[in-house]
């Protein structure tokens, strides 16, 4: 919870010049990383630091906020599977079923149910 709470303020925020940046540590020690894009990807879901830093280095990312590389992962969603043909076949799935999944979770609608416990 603690790592949580450092970091929240700090990756939410699009100004790389505040202040707060020496917060960031929290989530680049969570992550394993020191590039701020590669600990973001793995900080919403990406399952592999290997393919967060591929595609970090291929596509040239320097994404600093959370909000800035769920726009970048929204406009990727499009793109046909062979627009990722650097990354090897074996973890090229993983890639693309997390750019399907970040979508759905963005999209999907909350909703709300009732359990009743039955009288003893």
Do not use: H
């Not at 973001?40 to 596509?59: D, F, H, K, N, Y």
């Not at 499009?78 to 043909?85: G, K, N, S, V």
């Amino acid at each position: 919870m603690e790592a949580v709470r450092v970091r929240r303020p700090e990756l939410l925020g699009d100004d790389p010049n505040a202040p707060r940046r020496g917060l960031r540590c929290a989530a680049f020690l969570e992550s394993g990383t020191l590039n701020p894009s590669v600990a973001v990807m793995l900080q919403i879901g990406l399952p592999s630091r290997r393919i967060a830093q591929e595609i970090v280095a291929q596509e040239e990312l320097d994404l600093i906020s959370v909000s800035g590389l769920r726009a970048w992962l929204r406009a990727q969603r499009q793109e046909p599977e062979a627009r990722w043909a650097y990354l090897e076949a074996a973890i090229r799935p993983l890639w693309t079923t997390f750019l399907a999944d970040i979508g759905t979770t963005e999209t999907d609608k909350w909703t709300e149910k009732t359990i009743m416990r039955a009288a003893a």
